[in-house]
């Protein structure tokens, strides 16, 4: 350890650490704007500047390592001013729209603004630039005239995903993040993750908000508007509401939605249930038949695209079913209709989702078993948020109630589908079983779990070793196709999401500032509120659901039939 003073005081720090983490464990909260650890390490936005005695300037906390004896000032007159004259500096270019914007309330330039007692926000008012808003992407949202350009999406665009769609073009006071050749966003190969906009920290990024048509679906007497919700939002959606990271909300999100006016609350749980039982079934088709392996999961839309236009020659890996959200609504629309009597013209399905590629997948091909889309808008965790907050319900006091039934019934498998590793872990439960025909004595499969950005273990089942890996994360998703496809690497199976940690992790879920970030495991508390879901579970593997049951005995015969594949699979574009 290191012996420092912050402030006049004396405090003993780990070797290593920054200024801005030693000041941390002083209790002292020095603001960031451009520092994302580990993505965006530039210390170039000069909010996070500290007085440090000897030095011939102010220094960037983020990045200046602390040495033994340093005596560091948090707090001074020089470090206030300077900090409240980058934020007069920003706002002198910035559009400020604060009453309108998404982000009024949760934004972190308006934190600092307010924090920094900046008030005079035309302080250096004079030229301004204007940019046009693209609107381009199927899920997005750029407004460039709220950016301030602290690079953290196109960082976590370029490390996180190895897409780097964005950047920083032309310099001095035009600088602008955009793509390359100013072209518009929707024209480039972006997978639509919304890392970007779960990173940004201000109103510049956000999704496509469709609250407007769901709210019109609603008021509509004609429709049967049917909602489902994916594995993750129950893990985050609490934290719009100021809930803990990582509390489960479960109960009181069906309470809200059914109140919003939905008339039946479903569970996209039950269809990660059903896709255990095509995809399991695919599996041992595929191994046991010579097919192409290794056969990689399908659930993610952020990850087909990135497999679409980087790794085109391993589409005839993926396999080959739909997501559970896409079929969700081919079983609500063909199965659940016949049963209800209602025509699938006059439904309409809502889904809620962690993620904004879901806005993008709704639109695919071949997304249509009763001849009209199978889902037919998509809205993230924050949509909903908005929702609630809208029409006026009090989230916290809410009671809890369940899911509607038939597609409200799922497994504990169902629920872990949100964090990394949960869609191997289901179809392991499955796979294993259906291969040997007994009943699995130990259900989890600790391998697979956890944050890790790539992980890999080999399960021995009916005489035979089962080779299974999982990414998260597009770059960690490149790293293990090019070890495949070099023949570095032997698997069977791969579990592979777009978004770093899984869908908990989506770019769609409710945004904490860098402040939270960079210093939670933000990841490991959302996934942790479905493991304990599974674990407290009566039920914990797909092909137990009694409703799953029904569904392939009434509907669809066995998993992998003619009528499964026309309502429940896909085709990829190469
Ligand atoms: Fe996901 Fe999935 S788990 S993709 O991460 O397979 O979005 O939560 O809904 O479709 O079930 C997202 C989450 C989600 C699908 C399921």
């Given at each position: 350890?290191?012996?420092?003073?912050?402030?006049?005081?004396?405090?003993?720090?780990?070797?290593?650490?920054?200024?801005?983490?030693?000041?941390?464990?002083?209790?002292?909260?020095?603001?960031?704007?451009?520092?994302?650890k580990?993505?965006?390490?530039?210390?170039?936005?000069?909010?996070?500047?500290?007085?440090?005695?000897?030095?011939?300037?102010?220094?960037?906390?983020?990045?200046?390592?602390?040495?033994?004896?340093?005596?560091?000032y948090?707090?001074?007159?020089?470090?206030?001013?300077?900090?409240?004259?980058?934020?007069?500096?920003?706002?002198?270019?910035?559009?400020?729209?604060?009453?309108?914007?998404?982000?009024?309330?949760?934004?972190?330039?308006?934190?600092?603004?307010?924090?920094?007692?900046?008030?005079?926000?035309?302080?250096?008012?004079?030229?301004?630039?204007?940019?046009?808003?693209d609107?381009?992407?199927?899920?997005?949202?750029?407004?460039?005239?709220?950016?301030?350009?602290?690079?953290?999406?196109?960082?976590?665009?370029?490390?996180?995903?190895?897409?780097?769609?964005?950047?920083?073009?032309?310099?001095?006071?035009?600088?602008?993040?955009?793509?390359?050749?100013?072209?518009?966003?929707?024209?480039?190969?972006?997978?639509?993750?919304?890392q970007?906009?779960?990173?940004?920290?201000?109103?510049?990024?956000?999704?496509?908000?469709?609250?407007?048509?769901?709210?019109?679906?609603?008021?509509?007497?004609?429709?049967?508007?049917?909602?489902?919700?994916?594995?993750a939002?129950?893990?985050?959606?609490?934290?719009?509401?100021?809930?803990?990271?990582g509390?489960?909300?479960?109960?009181?999100?069906?309470?809200?939605?059914?109140?919003?006016?939905?008339?039946?609350?479903?569970d996209?749980?039950?269809?990660?249930?059903?896709?255990?039982?095509e995809?399991?079934?695919?599996?041992?088709?595929?191994?046991?038949?010579?097919?192409?392996?290794?056969?990689?999961?399908?659930?993610?839309?952020?990850?087909?695209?990135?497999?679409?236009?980087?790794y085109?020659?391993?589409?005839?890996?993926?396999?080959?079913?739909?997501?559970?959200?896409?079929?969700?609504g081919?079983?609500?629309?063909?199965?659940?209709?016949?049963?209800?009597?209602?025509?699938?013209?006059?439904?309409?399905?809502?889904?809620?989702?962690?993620?904004?590629?879901?806005?993008?997948?709704?639109?695919?091909?071949?997304?249509?078993?009763?001849?009209?889309?199978?889902?037919?808008?998509?809205?993230?965790?924050?949509?909903?948020?908005?929702?609630?907050?809208?029409?006026?319900?009090?989230?916290?006091?809410?009671?809890?109630?369940?899911?509607?039934?038939?597609l409200?019934?799922?497994?504990?498998?169902?629920?872990?589908?949100?964090?990394?590793?949960?869609?191997?872990?289901?179809?392991l439960?499955?796979?294993?079983?259906?291969?040997?025909?007994?009943?699995?004595?130990?259900?989890?499969?600790?391998?697979?779990?956890?944050?890790?950005?790539?992980?890999?273990?080999?399960?021995?089942?009916?005489?035979?070793?089962?080779?299974?890996a999982?990414?998260?994360?597009?770059?960690?998703?490149?790293?293990?196709?090019?070890?495949?496809?070099?023949?570095?690497?032997?698997?069977?199976?791969?579990?592979?999401?777009?978004?770093?940690?899984?869908?908990?992790?989506?770019?769609?879920?409710?945004?904490?500032?860098?402040?939270?970030r960079?210093?939670?495991?933000?990841?490991?508390?959302?996934?942790?509120?479905?493991y304990?879901?599974?674990?407290a579970?009566?039920?914990r593997?797909?092909?137990?659901?009694?409703?799953?049951?029904?569904?392939?005995?009434?509907?669809?015969?066995?998993?992998?039939?003619?009528?499964?594949?026309?309502?429940?699979?896909?085709?990829?574009?190469?």
């Amino acid at each position: 350890t290191l012996n420092i003073k912050i402030n006049g005081m004396s405090y003993e720090v780990p070797k290593g650490s920054t200024i801005l983490e030693a000041a941390k464990q002083a209790h002292i909260d020095i603001p960031t704007l451009c520092y994302l650890k580990e993505i965006n390490e530039i210390g170039a936005c000069r909010i996070c500047v500290v007085e440090v005695k000897g030095a011939r300037s102010l220094v960037a906390s983020c990045m200046h390592p602390v040495a033994d004896g340093m005596e560091i000032y948090t707090n001074t007159p020089k470090v206030l001013t300077s900090r409240k004259k980058t934020l007069e500096l920003i706002l002198s270019d910035h559009d400020r729209k604060c009453l309108s914007c998404v982000r009024s309330g949760n934004c972190e330039l308006q934190k600092l603004c307010n924090d920094l007692k900046v008030d005079n926000e035309l302080f250096y008012e004079g030229e301004r630039t204007h940019y046009t808003v693209d609107d381009t992407s199927p899920h997005m949202v750029r407004d460039n005239n709220k950016c301030i350009i602290c690079r953290r999406c196109s960082a976590v665009c370029e490390k996180v995903q190895s897409i780097g769609v964005i950047g920083a073009n032309d310099r001095g006071f035009i600088t602008n993040i955009s793509c390359a050749f100013d072209m518009d966003l929707g024209e480039t190969s972006c997978v639509s993750c919304g890392q970007c906009i779960a990173v940004c920290p201000t109103g510049a990024l956000a999704e496509k908000d469709y609250t407007e048509e769901v709210f019109a679906a609603l008021a509509d007497p004609d429709k049967y508007v049917f909602v489902q919700t994916a594995p993750a939002v129950r893990a985050a959606l609490g934290e719009a509401f100021g809930l803990p990271i990582g509390t489960n909300v479960e109960g009181k999100m069906v309470t809200a939605l059914r109140r919003l006016g939905f008339d039946k609350v479903f569970d996209t749980n039950f269809a990660a249930d059903l896709t255990i039982l095509e995809e399991a079934h695919e599996l041992l088709d595929r191994v046991q038949n010579n097919g192409v392996l290794p056969l990689i999961t399908s659930c993610s839309p952020g990850w087909i695209k990135y497999c679409e236009h980087y790794y085109p020659d391993m589409i005839d890996n993926l396999s080959s079913c739909k997501s559970p959200q896409q079929m969700f609504g081919a079983i609500t629309k063909t199965y659940l209709a016949e049963k209800l009597g209602i025509n699938p013209e006059d439904i309409v399905m809502v889904s809620v989702m962690p993620c904004t590629a879901k806005k993008f997948e709704i639109g695919r091909e071949n997304q249509n078993a009763a001849g009209v889309p199978d889902v037919d808008i998509s809205i993230t965790t924050r949509e909903l948020a908005r929702m609630i907050e809208r029409v006026g319900l009090n989230f916290l006091s809410l009671p809890d109630e369940g899911f509607d039934d038939p597609l409200g019934r799922s497994t504990g498998a169902g629920v872990i589908f949100g964090a990394t590793g949960g869609v191997m872990e289901a179809a392991l439960r499955t796979a294993v079983e259906t291969l040997t025909g007994e009943e699995l004595k130990n259900l989890d499969f600790t391998e697979v779990r956890g944050t890790q950005g790539i992980k890999e273990a080999t399960y021995r089942a009916a005489g035979m070793d089962i080779n299974v890996a999982v990414a998260s994360g597009l770059s960690n998703a490149r790293k293990l196709l090019d070890d495949v496809k070099s023949g570095k690497a032997n698997y069977h199976f791969i579990e592979i999401m777009g978004c770093p940690g899984g869908c908990v992790n989506g770019g769609g879920q409710p945004q904490q500032p860098a402040s939270v970030r960079n210093f939670t495991d933000i990841r490991t508390l959302r996934a942790k509120a479905l493991y304990d879901q599974d674990a407290a579970s009566e039920l914990r593997k797909s092909h137990e659901n009694p409703n799953i049951k029904m569904l392939y005995d009434e509907y669809l015969g066995k998993p992998g039939s003619h009528k499964a594949h026309d309502l429940l699979h896909t085709t990829y574009v190469k």
